[in-house]
């Protein structure tokens, strides 16, 4: 018997008498006993704010992508204790893949693009620098910081590790604590998760705290600085956050809903043809993985009406071949549903549905089971077929959470498109079609519907990713019915975990706050060339003015040979002086580009080991043959990339002797350690 413990203030906190007892839903049989103890709710909070904030905002951003990678691997090293425990969740291994290693491989995207798109410090700078007085000594910049507070994850039943690791990771990220409640019927397995990171040592003291059972009052006692992330069914996210106290202290609530989810077959697809097989294939898949327990599983099938009757014939033949039974016995390619209630719920939807349906399959309920009996909760795949989706009301508003969709058929793409919006927000709607015309129409009167638009076609079908899969880098979320948030995204997902805040001040003001170099901030004197530095000894600030080169018609003409680039505002003066924006013959910008490094490398061996880009190159003024330039080198921005070298961002600006600006751009380059 299974006995999941909570782990509040770093203890572990054993089930209490008045533990509730989990039901296998393979044999229907207690397989754990959960919750019953008393938690010290408060302390809870108070020991995630004072002592798990404090030691997570110490941590730079990248120190905590670092941190968040060593956890994945941490986990990924010993996942086959809990690939050992999935079964008795009713998932198969196929399901436990997308759970856990999904889990893992979320933590280790969010982890790189912490290190990619997030500053190696403090302050997360949003946006540009905005001018807000006319000499540039008063500027605005947006900027995003920790929340202060603690962020409560609350999460369902069908993901028990990647549940809780794809909330934890942007929320670590961020810099903030978090208490993780998960859903009562699976949480053995995501406390085993749970009980690997508290085991790894990776984490400071606080940034993690679990719930198993009740959360008793911690709604009550939240404030303005904490954050509740949810993820469930509608009618749980609508009580969660109707709570007066969560309302009048606007604490912000994540909600990742399950949704009536829709796929659409495109009116060019033509059965038998790749794209018509990958349509059945994606279609069959979201009904049986995880038995359709996925909130981005598909409820709505759509397709044209011509092509109701290959459809229908294609999906019954390939569901007929799901084999149902005990999730760890051989040749079994569906496990069970959750739980009995899970069960009886969706009984009771198919039962709903059935007035404005016709039932394809059958009885739900398999005859065939391979290593398991009745008493388990089993449902056979059940395709339904609503003839008139227009007048129907309950297959856009009830879901039966478990494998089951409807068939319907569309007149046209502005149909289809209305039919899948029907649903009233979903978290994705999938389109099969190899006509680009046809996916932008549906795209623009579907969009705003949705979380997600997955577009497939035979030229993608090979390296697509799945309807039901949402990506790290990609918003998981949706208006409406789909709860209104978004999860994931890469950096949008660490920003629901921060404050945005926009600051006015001085050049000095901002580039002290931000740990970056404006223009108009102060400049240091290096005491010899910056590319003679090594990555730590160069300060931000830290600039190089060059002398002037005069740049003159015969370097115009030696390059543009050279290049190839004759075109006529640098070879005829004619032709130059009738363009508005050249006086007459001018220097190729690229040219100008030369020239600058050449003014501003140090060609000796140093630390400077590349350069390995260019940024925002603009240019501002013409140079004509007889006009010199010079140039500014500043360290705008440091970034730790490997053991080895950092990456260092320069701020290079081109100007006249008179100081007027030529053109400007952002250099990045990397830099040793050492010399």
């Given amino acids: 018997m299974l006995r999941p413990a909570s782990y509040a203030k770093a203890q572990w906190i054993e089930p ?103 500053p190696d410090g403090f302050v997360y700078v949003d946006g540009d620098v905005e001018q807000l007085s006319r000499s540039g000594q008063f500027l605005g910049q947006h900027i995003a910081v920790p929340m202060q507070g603690v962020a409560v994850h609350i999460n369902a039943f069908n993901f028990p590790v990647w549940g809780m690791l794809e909330k934890l990771a942007p929320t670590l990220l961020a810099g903030m604590p978090a208490i993780v409640k998960p859903a009562t019927q699976t ?22 705290q679990l719930v198993i059972g009740g959360v008793g009052d911690m709604l009550d006692r939240l404030g303005a600085q904490d954050v509740v992330s949810f993820t469930g069914s509608a009618d749980t996210a609508l009580h969660l956050r109707s709570n007066p106290h969560l309302m009048r202290q606007s604490v912000r609530f994540h909600a990742e809903q399950d949704s009536l989810n829709a796929t659409i077959l495109g009116p060019d697809v033509t059965v038998g043809s790749a794209s018509f097989n990958q349509f059945i294939k994606e279609a069959a898949n979201e009904i049986t993985t995880k038995a359709g327990q996925k909130c981005t599983a598909i409820r709505r099938i759509i397709v044209p009406q011509s092509s109701m009757t290959d459809v229908t014939d294609a999906l019954i033949a390939r569901l007929a071949k799901i084999t149902i039974g005990a999730p760890d016995a051989d040749g079994v390619r569906m496990g069970a549903l959750a739980s009995a209630a899970q069960k009886a719920d969706v009984l009771a939807k198919l039962q709903a549905l059935a007035g404005e349906t016709s039932n394809l399959t059958g009885d739900a309920e398999p005859t065939e089971l391979i290593g398991a009996g009745p008493e388990g909760a089993f449902l056979k795949p059940t395709l339904l077929r609503c003839d008139d989706p227009d007048a129907a009301t309950n297959v856009h508003e009830l879901e039966a959470f478990g494998p089951v969709s409807t068939l319907m058929p569309y007149r046209d793409t502005a149909h289809a ?121 160069i300060q931000i600030g830290e600039t190089l003015h060059t002398k002037p080169r005069t740049v003159m018609l015969e370097d115009i003409e030696q390059f543009a040979h050279f290049t190839g680039d004759t075109f006529y505002a640098h070879m005829d003066d004619d032709a130059a002086k009738a363009n508005p924006f050249f006086p007459g013959r001018v220097a190729h910008g690229y040219l100008l580009l030369s020239f600058a490094a050449g003014l501003f490398v140090q060609p000796d061996p140093g630390p400077v080991l590349a350069n390995t880009g260019l940024n925002g190159l603009s240019f501002q003024k013409p140079v004509s043959p007889g006009d010199a330039i010079k140039v500014r080198l500043t360290c705008k921005r440091k970034t730790h990339r490997t053991d080895t070298y950092g990456e260092v961002a320069w701020h290079v600006t081109l100007t006249t002797p008179e100081g007027e600006a030529v053109a400007q751009y952002e250099l990045l380059t990397m830099v040793s350690y050492t010399r």
């Fill in 417 to 537: 498109a209305q039919l899948a919006n029907r649903g009233g927000g979903s978290l994705v709607a999938s389109l099969i079609t190899d006509d680009s015309n046809v996916a932008r129409e549906v795209t623009l009167n579907s969009a705003a519907w949705h979380g997600r638009l997955y577009i497939v076609g035979e030229q993608s079908a090979p390296e697509s990713t799945g309807h039901g899969a949402p990506m790290p880098q990609m918003v998981h979320g949706g208006p409406g019915r789909a709860g209104g948030g978004e999860e994931l995204g890469g950096v949008r997902a660490v920003l629901h975990y921060m404050q945005r805040t926009a600051i006015q001040g001085s050049p000095d003001v901002i580039s002290a706050i931000t740990g970056q170099w404006v223009l108009g901030a102060s400049e240091i004197k290096g005491p010899d060339h910056p590319f003679q530095r090594t990555y730590d000894e």
């Fill in 16 to 118: 209490g008498d008045q533990a509730r007892a989990i039901h296998g839903p393979v044999t229907g049989k207690p397989i754990a006993q959960a919750g019953g103890a008393p938690l010290d709710v408060q302390g809870m909070l108070d020991w995630a704010r004072n002592v798990g904030g404090p030691g997570l905002r110490a941590m730079t951003f990248h120190e905590r992508a670092k941190m968040v990678k060593a956890l994945a691997l941490y986990i990924g090293e010993r996942k086959d204790q809990l690939y050992a425990i999935n079964p008795l969740t009713g998932a198969t291994r196929r399901d436990g893949a997308v759970d856990i290693d999904g889990g893992i491989g979320t933590m280790m995207v969010m982890a790189s693009k912490g290190r990619q798109n997030l």
């Fill in 187 to 208: 949480c053995y397995l995501t406390e085993a998760c749970f009980r690997m990171i508290i085991e790894s040592g990776l984490l400071p003291e606080g940034a993690v």
